[in-house]
């Protein structure tokens, strides 16, 4: 079946950097888009990052943009987000996320929390 494992959270001061890595299974990792989305306590989920399925094409959340890069490796079945410049509102667990078929399958995602 379809399984995302997400790594890499943890806390770190405001400024400071971290690198988040989400591991697919159970499915054909190199032909699909891959997504990372964040959702802080009482809060919706929302879109940070997205990477087309060769790895080429990204696209980043206005608030995330210039500090974190989203990267695939087909090679290795990861995708993964460098964040940096870390900001206390960047608190949230992040979760991976990718569509096959028409279904929307999620990871358990990892928390990352920002100190100021």
């Known amino acids: 079946q379809v399984t995302l494992v997400e790594s890499g959270g943890g806390l770190v001061q405001a400024g400071g950097s971290l690198r988040l890595s989400c591991r697919g299974s159970g499915f054909t990792f190199s032909s699909y888009d891959m997504r990372w989305f964040r959702q802080a306590p009482g809060k919706d989920r929302e879109f940070v990052a997205h990477?087309?399925?060769?790895?080429?094409?990204?696209n980043y959340a206005d608030s995330v943009k210039g500090r974190f890069t989203i990267s695939k490796d087909n090679s290795k079945n990861t995708v993964a987000l460098q964040m940096s410049s870390l900001k206390p509102e960047d608190t949230a667990v992040y979760l991976c996320q990718v569509a096959i078929h028409g279904l929307n399958y999620w990871g358990k995602g990892t928390l990352v929390t920002v100190s100021s």
């Open positions: 990477v087309n399925w060769k790895g080429l094409i990204t």
